[in-house]
């Protein structure tokens, strides 16, 4: 069973930056999506990013422009970049890998990030 192993969450002011790198445990031929999501307390898990192997990276209207969202594919990591950070991103970040389209998601623990005014 494959494991995510994240990094890079923390306390940063508002309109700082912080880099998420998320790392699959053991080599994986085909992947079909890997991204990251996050979650506040008593609300869903949504989506932040997301690259679809041959396509273009997905992101939610509340960071386009602000994240970026990229992956190496040797390395089996994903990055998240994360610029202009607002208090409204602060949440808990978890990353997620999907071997073929309806495959279920595997989740990394998740790392913080929280973001002061």
């Known amino acids: 069973q494959v494991q995510l192993v994240e990094s890079g969450g923390g306390l940063v002011q508002a309109g700082g930056s912080l880099r998420l790198s998320c790392t699959a445990s053991t080599r994986i031929f085909r992947i079909y999506s890997m991204g990251w999501y996050r979650q506040v307390p008593g609300k869903e898990r949504e989506l932040v990013a997301t690259?679809?192997?041959?396509?273009?990276?997905k992101y939610s209207d509340s960071v386009k422009g602000r994240f970026t969202v990229s992956r190496d594919t040797a390395k089996n990591t994903v990055y998240l970049q994360m610029d202009s950070l607002k208090p409204e991103d602060t949440a808990v970040y978890y990353c997620?890998?999907?071997?073929?389209?309806?495959?279920?998601?595997?989740w990394g623990q998740g790392t913080q990030v929280t973001v002061s005014s």
């Open positions: 997620s890998l999907q071997t073929g389209q309806y495959s279920p998601k595997t």
């Open positions: 690259i679809i192997s041959g396509m273009s990276a």
